[in-house]
């Protein structure tokens, strides 16, 4: 069975360019969320999909930043126009539940110089 | 609001020590508590969980015992090997949020075991 997998597994931007992740669940896993970590700092929550539909977003932290699940398979966050603070590894991961078992990707490393 | 507090790395160990990686947490309610570890170049995967006060996860050797006395949950392991050396992070799952399992990290804590 595949994991949950992300791409790139790198990115180095500027400052203003814009940026898009994807993350691609594990097949019939229903919600699909996004965490960042920044600088070393705890993995905080960004938002949680269940299908298609955004169950929460309340970890967003401005409209910079925009997720999408169409058809309730892969999805994307993208960052628009990208700062310097959104440097850190965003990861994603999928869940058949809602046991707090969560698959992981290896995460999505963000620079934006 | 919830936190999770951990004990900062890196944790440096010989094989076959004994392991203890400390977490508190701070939580409205009752939440469920989780250890995941994130092995180099890999994702982050469950490595235990508990549910309830007194409960007692434990996998690959590891345990962890839910108290909420002492509102902690610390990771323990009798004899590290290398294949050990990972980052652990403690994690809680808020309670009151019945429609997510949204999950709360610690800052994680590196372990390096040495043969």
């Known amino acids: 069975e595949a994991g949950v997998t992300q791409f790139p597994s790198h990115s180095v931007i500027e400052k203003g360019q814009t940026v898009t992740l994807r993350c691609d669940p594990i097949?019939?896993?229903?919600?699909l969320y996004w965490y960042r970590r920044v600088m070393g700092k705890e993995i905080k929550f960004l938002l949680h999909?269940?299908?298609?539909?955004?169950?929460?977003e309340s970890g967003m932290p401005n409209n910079r930043f925009l997720a999408e699940r169409t058809g309730g398979t892969y999805s994307t966050l993208k960052v628009q126009p990208a700062e310097l603070e959104d440097s850190g590894v965003y990861f994603c991961?999928?869940?058949?539940?809602?046991?707090?078992?969560?698959?992981f990707g290896s995460g999505t490393q963000l620079s934006v110089l | 609001g919830d936190s999770v507090t951990q004990m900062e790395g890196p944790v440096t160990l010989s094989e076959e020590a004994f392991l203890t990686i400390n977490c508190t947490y701070t939580?409205?309610?009752?939440?469920?508590l989780f250890w995941y570890v994130q092995y180099p170049g890999e994702g982050l995967q469950l490595l235990l969980k508990?549910?309830?006060?007194?409960d007692k996860g434990s996998n690959k050797g590891f345990e962890a015992t839910y108290r909420k006395e002492t509102t902690s949950f610390h990771l323990e392991k009798g004899s590290v090997q290398v294949s050990d050396s990972a980052v652990y992070f403690c994690?809680?799952?808020?309670?009151?949020?019945?429609?997510?399992?949204?999950?709360?990290f610690g800052t994680g804590t590196r372990l390096q075991v040495f043969p």
């Open positions: 991961a999928s869940s058949q539940d809602r046991s707090g078992k969560l698959f």
């Open positions: 097949s019939g896993h229903d919600n």
């Open positions: 999909f269940v299908k298609e539909s955004k169950q929460d």
């Open positions: 939580a409205t309610g009752y939440p469920s």
């Open positions: 508990a549910t309830k006060a007194d």
């Open positions: 994690a809680l799952s808020e309670a009151r949020s019945y429609n997510t399992d949204k999950l709360i």
